[in-house]
């Protein structure tokens, strides 16, 4: 029999987490960030200010949501761009098949973006002989391999460079003892005509700026401002919940998504692009579309606390110093999104009954929480979404049996305190200790309770 979603998470993760050299790279990458984010955020003057600040206007956009859409919607239309509203992830592709169909495009390229990993864009065009090169370095080397992204910033975190030269070497014959630097020249070269050769580029959004109709773009490699620039023809994709009210938010927003991202002050390329080139500009494409998507945004805009996952900047933080998620790395999860916000987000997005687990795939240790730049209560909220999985009636006869049977006992101490240590240790290790996993012996309870020993202590004063 098939394993099932959750099944699957459980067995990779088992295997992964015991994957040393796995363990040792992501190690390596991720205490490499937290050094560059200590520097980072050092240029804050005040960092836990900046964080309620976006929190507050992150609420804000949250409670009027329809209206920001619309304006943004009426200014870029108005310097000649075209919105399209995309309910799920098909009928985004639909529509980006339409846009392709009309303007008899062959090729694509295409920057860094999540939300076309979350509508599998890629796997649609390459069935419908579309060819699509990733502009984005670490894109560009997982599409060779053909997975998914790892990390929102740094899709290819889990890879040597040993393992890189290796599929460089077999790709494109480059040198196996290739330098990081050669492999770098290496797709630029590639890409280089690829910029120049492509009908369509598409690209994501960083932010939407209601205020004046633009889409904003921060990225370090300059790919996103070429696959915006050259192609004749652009498409944005973007969720609904990317708006920012106006302009002078950037000026919050880009310095927290950079710090927090990368540990750098700005990223290197920032672009704000507010629709096609106009009659007076010398370059950008002669067409362009945003597609707006909502894909299960809205199951969670529905839900008055976990609304909240609708803050993210996917900035990666939380991702880094989850304790999970450094253990188990990124596909194990099996969504687009993955560590402490994919757990929340995830099962509103794609289904609670299928991905409630990852809910439970924390610690609940508050990290991410306090990393958040916009100030996520990511914890809070996987406990509500456990909460809601109960409600929803997802969890099986047994576990629920086995809470309603704790809640009885826990409440009658004479009941517990009936018991020696022995026995309760024997009942524990015969019913629950898969529970606690193969390769974790369970603590031994103290051959008497506490209670007994306060007393004891009493009576010896």
């Not at 009027?64 to 098909?90: H, K, M, P, Q």
């Not at 652009?234 to 302009?247: D, L, S």
């Not at 193969?438 to 306060?454: G, H």
Request: net charge neutral; proline share 3%; with cysteine.
């Amino acid at each position: 029999m098939a394993q099932n979603i959750a099944e699957k998470f459980l067995t990779d993760s088992a295997v992964k987490s015991f994957d040393q050299a796995h363990r040792d790279i992501i190690n390596v990458n991720i205490d490499k960030y937290n050094v560059a984010f200590e520097g980072g955020k050092s240029k804050f003057l005040d960092l836990d200010n900046s964080k309620k600040k976006a929190n507050l206007i992150k609420w804000k956009v949250m409670e009027n949501l329809d209206r920001y859409l619309l304006d943004f919607e009426s200014n870029f239309t108005r310097r000649g761009g075209n919105v399209i509203w995309a309910n799920d992830a098909e009928e985004a592709q639909r529509e980006i098949a339409r846009i392709i169909d009309l303007h008899q495009a062959k090729s694509v390229i295409k920057s860094k973006s999540m939300v076309t990993e979350e509508i599998e864009l890629n796997s649609f065009l390459e069935e419908n002989g579309i060819q699509t090169v990733e502009s984005d370095l670490g894109e560009f080397i997982i599409q060779l391999l053909g997975q998914k992204p790892y990390h929102f910033v740094t899709p290819a975190m889990h890879l040597s460079l040993e393992e890189i030269a290796k599929v460089f070497h077999e790709k494109f014959d480059t040198p196996l003892d290739a330098t990081a630097e050669q492999l770098t020249m290496t797709a630029r070269e590639l890409l280089r005509e690829k910029y120049k050769t492509a009908d369509i580029g598409i690209s994501g959004a960083n932010f939407l700026v209601s205020e004046t109709g633009s889409i904003a773009i921060t990225e370090n490699e300059g790919n996103a401002r070429l696959t915006t620039t050259f192609p004749k023809i652009h498409i944005a994709v973007a969720g609904i919940e990317k708006i920012i009210p106006n302009m002078q938010d950037l000026d919050l927003f880009w310095p927290l998504l950079a710090t927090h991202g990368t540990g750098q002050n700005l990223t290197v390329y920032n672009t704000i692009l507010s629709g096609p080139r106009q009659t007076n500009e010398s370059d950008g494409p002669e067409e362009m579309y945003v597609i707006l998507l909502d894909n299960g945004r809205t199951n969670l805009l529905a839900q008055k606390e976990q609304r909240q996952g609708l803050y993210c900047i996917r900035c990666g933080s939380c991702l880094n110093v989850c304790p999970v998620y450094q253990n188990i790395g990124g596909h194990t999860y099996g969504t687009t999104y993955q560590g402490p916000i994919g757990s929340l987000i995830s099962p509103h997005l794609q289904g609670m009954k299928e991905f409630n687990h990852l809910s439970h795939a924390s610690s609940l240790c508050g990290k991410c929480t306090e990393v958040c730049p916009v100030g996520i209560d990511i914890q809070t909220m996987l406990l509500l979404n456990r909460k809601d999985a109960v409600d929803q009636n997802l969890v099986s006869t047994a576990e629920k049996q086995t809470w309603k049977g704790f809640t009885y006992a826990i409440q009658r101490r004479k009941l517990i305190d009936m018991f020696g240590g022995k026995f309760k240790n024997f009942f524990i290790r015969l019913f629950f200790k898969k529970n606690w996993g193969t390769k974790r012996e369970l603590p031994p309870i103290a051959k008497k309770s506490f209670s007994k020993q306060w007393k004891e202590q009493e009576k010896l004063k």
